[in-house]
Antibody, heavy 119, light 110 residues
Framework: QVQLVQSGVDVKKPGASVKVSCKAS????????ISWVRQAPGQGLEWMGW????????NYAQKFQGRVTITTDTSTTTAYMELRRLRSDDTAFYYC????????????WGQGTLVTVSS | QSALTQPASVSGSPGQSITISCTGT?????????VSWYQQHPGKAPKLMAY???ERPSGVSNRFSGSKSGSTASLTISGLQAGDEATYYC??????????FGGGTKLTVL
C-alpha cells in the first residue's frame, strides 16, 4: 500500500531553515511527483510546490518562490522540503503528498510534520 | 494565485443531502476538469474524496459526488452520516501549472 512517512516535530528560531523529509513506499516512486502542502494551526490548506520524481522538475507557488526548495533522492525514494528564513507565521503542519506527473491533485498524504518557529 | 472560495460552514441532519460549492476563475476551476475534494477530520491528514470533478477513488462511498458548472464546482454528500462531520477542501489545477486549494468548509451533522 502507498505510504508516505515524514520526519518528526521540529522547532526552529526565526531566520533559521528547516528541512522536512518524506519517505515513500508502496508504489513506483519515479512515476509520480510529490507536492508539499502546509496548514497553519486552525487554518486551511496551502500548496507550496511540487517536484517530479522522474526528472526533478519543480514548480513552486509564487508566495514561496526563492524561500523553498523541494528535492528528491530516487535511491532512497525520499523527498525533501527545505524552507529558509523562517518566520513565526511559518509555524504549521507540513504535509507531503503524492501527485500525478501533472500536479492536478494530490492523492496519498503523509502524516504531517509540525514545525514550530519561536524565539 | 488566490484561494478558491468555499462557504465557511454547512450543516445537515442525518440522512439528508448537502452541497458544498467551490468558486474559482477562468484560470483554475473554469479552465480544466481537474477539481478535487478532500475530507479532513480534526488532527488527521486530509483524504482524497473525489478528483477530475466527478471521479471517486477506490473505497470512497458513492454518497459523495462531484460536479462543475463554469468556474464553480460542487461536492454533494447524500445520506448524511455522523462520520461525515469534517472539514472539506476543494483544489484545482491552474493555468500556471500549480495547485490551489479552497479555504475549507466545516460540515456539521446535526
Amino acid at each position: 500500500q502507498v505510504q508516505l512517512v515524514q520526519s518528526g516535530v521540529d522547532v526552529k528560531k526565526p531566520g533559521a531553515s528547516v528541512k522536512v523529509s518524506c519517505k515513500a513506499s508502496g508504489y513506483s516512486f519515479t512515476n509520480y511527483g510529490i507536492s508539499w502542502v502546509r496548514q497553519a494551526p486552525g487554518q486551511g490548506l496551502e500548496w507550496m510546490g511540487w517536484i517530479s520524481a522522474n526528472n526533478g522538475n519543480t514548480n513552486y507557488a509564487q508566495k514561496f518562490q526563492g524561500r523553498v526548495t523541494i528535492t528528491t533522492d530516487t535511491s532512497t525514494t525520499t523527498a525533501y522540503m527545505e524552507l529558509r528564513r523562517l518566520r513565526s507565521d511559518d509555524t504549521a503542519f507540513y504535509y507531503c503528498a503524492r501527485s500525478p506527473p501533472v500536479v492536478n491533485r494530490v492523492d496519498y498524504w503523509g502524516q504531517g510534520t509540525l514545525v514550530t518557529v519561536s524565539s | 494565485q488566490s484561494a478558491l472560495t468555499q462557504p465557511a460552514s454547512v450543516s445537515g441532519s442525518p440522512g439528508q443531502s448537502i452541497t458544498i460549492s467551490c468558486t474559482g476563475t477562468s484560470s483554475d476551476v473554469g479552465a480544466y476538469n481537474y477539481v478535487s475534494w478532500y475530507q479532513q477530520h480534526p488532527g488527521k491528514a486530509p483524504k482524497l474524496m473525489a478528483y477530475d470533478v466527478t471521479e471517486r477513488p477506490s473505497g470512497v462511498s458513492n454518497r459523495f459526488s462531484g460536479s462543475k458548472s463554469g468556474s464553480t464546482a460542487s461536492l454533494t454528500i447524500s445520506g448524511l452520516q455522523a462520520g461525515d462531520e469534517a472539514t472539506y477542501y476543494c483544489s484545482s489545477y491552474t493555468t500556471g501549472s500549480t495547485l490551489v486549494f479552497g479555504g475549507g468548509t466545516k460540515l456539521t451533522v446535526l
